[in-house]
């Protein structure tokens, strides 16, 4: 074989599987933006049994070596059963498989992976190809290709920006923009939201109360019954199963500060909510290694963070309001009510001065407007692309 040859081979066994998540962390180790993720988290991510993912989901994971034996791409092949049910008109339906995972050190490798994913899929009965997913919508969808310049926050992915050309070469067009959206938090918002913030104050029939933590359970429960109906007809969703409640329940728990979960109610009936998260980003790119290892000094690091974090960024990763109300004014009141009582916790209890909002789909109008409206500007864009397969 031939020194810039290369052969690829499907993830048998764990040594298999340890040299896949051990990829991630040795092909950004130049990058000053990748931020490593614990790697037993990583491992979890990928293994039946840790992740729920996999009680709805086929996976297959390839690996490309080189004529010495050494690693150098990876990609993973994967089959969401529940996103098979949805309608095709949301994104996905029938017939729709993915892969994600992608790492190459050449676009011959990229190409070479991407045709053997696709290839995997087809075998499986596919048709048509959503990519990248890592591994689910929920996780790290989309490849960034705006917002390279500055590190991810907590729970967003980043991607090597010469994946980008390499993918659409592969035949791939752009199928939705993903937008994330910064701010700066310590300053007040515009006139206009004030006065809707204080008139929303002063109506009897809404109540924006803190997420109670010493009644997790829950709480997260109401959230998740109002993220399944918020978010149920819009492009790319798939419901979170029992066990994935409870799985990322457990995984945020200790991220979750009662100031900083909103719920809104309108004649005592949960409405709306807003989860914002402290940007666990910051200490986890100077506590885990390059490797996602930490040190015990860097163990120290994460755990006194926990206890009392202060960052320069929040993260809003997820937001809803009740189908029924979603047309309606009384939805971006609401908002503007959350996000400010969250803005004002940030900021004073927390130190931060920076705020992120996302990810939010580029044709959620309601959305995007209330974005704008607090004068954030987008940051990041990833793009999830698509492509039929013969």
């Known amino acids: 074989m031939a020194a810039d040859e290369f052969t690829i081979t499907p993830v048998a066994g764990k040594a298999d599987l340890a040299a896949f998540v051990d990829l991630v962390y040795t ?19 990928y293994t039946p049994g840790g992740n ?3 009680e709805h989901a086929r996976c297959q994971y390839f690996l490309a070596r080189d004529a010495g034996g050494r690693v150098v791409g990876r990609i993973s092949a994967h089959i969401d059963e529940l996103a098979l049910t949805v309608p095709a008109e ?39 190809v959503l990519a ?6 929920w996780e790290e969808p989309g490849q960034l290709v705006k917002g390279h310049d500055h590190p991810p926050t907590v729970m967003m992915g980043h991607q090597n920006p010469k994946f980008q050309p390499w993918i659409e070469a592969a035949g791939y067009a752009p199928a939705k923009s993903l937008y994330t959206y910064e701010l700066n938090i310590a300053q007040e918002f515009p006139p206009l939201i004030q006065r809707i913030v204080a008139m929303g104050e002063k109506n009897p029939r809404i109540r924006i109360r803190e997420a109670e933590v010493k009644h997790f359970a829950r709480e997260v429960e109401i959230i998740c019954h109002i993220l399944n109906d918020a978010w149920s007809d819009n492009w790319g969703f798939v419901p979170f199963t029992p066990s994935e409640i409870a799985y990322t329940g457990k995984k945020l728990k ?27 980003n910051e ?21 006194l963070w926990l206890l009392r974090p202060k960052v320069r960024t929040m993260r809003v990763p997820l937001m809803g309001v009740v189908k029924r109300l979603q047309a309606s004014r009384m939805a971006s009141q609401l908002a503007f009510m959350m996000i400010e009582y969250i803005r004002r916790a940030s900021v004073t209890r927390y130190g931060a001065s920076r705020g992120e909002i996302g990810w939010i789909l580029d044709d959620n109008q309601g959305m995007n407007s209330i974005a704008r409206e607090i004068h954030s500007t987008v940051n990041k864009e990833y793009v999830v692309y698509e492509r039929k397969l013969a």
């Open 90 to 128: 949301q994104g996905m339906g029938p017939g729709t498989g993915m892969w994600g995972a992608l790492e190459a050190e050449s676009e011959a490798q990229a190409r070479a992976l991407i045709a053997r994913a696709e290839a995997w899929l087809a075998e499986q009965g596919m048709n048509r």
């Open 254 to 280: 200790p991220l979750i500060k009662g100031d900083l979960v909103r719920i809104a109610e309108l004649d005592g009936e949960p409405v709306a909510f807003m989860l914002t998260l402290p940007d666990l």
């Open 283 to 303: 200490v986890q790119l100077r506590a885990n290694g390059r490797k996602g290892k930490p040190s015990p000094l860097g163990w120290i690091k994460l755990g």
């Open 52 to 54: 729920p993912f996999h």
């Open 132 to 137: 990248p997913m890592n591994l689910s919508v």
């Open 27 to 45: 092909a950004n180790a130049g990058d000053p933006n990748f931020v490593p993720q614990l790697r037993a988290e990583e491992v979890e991510k």
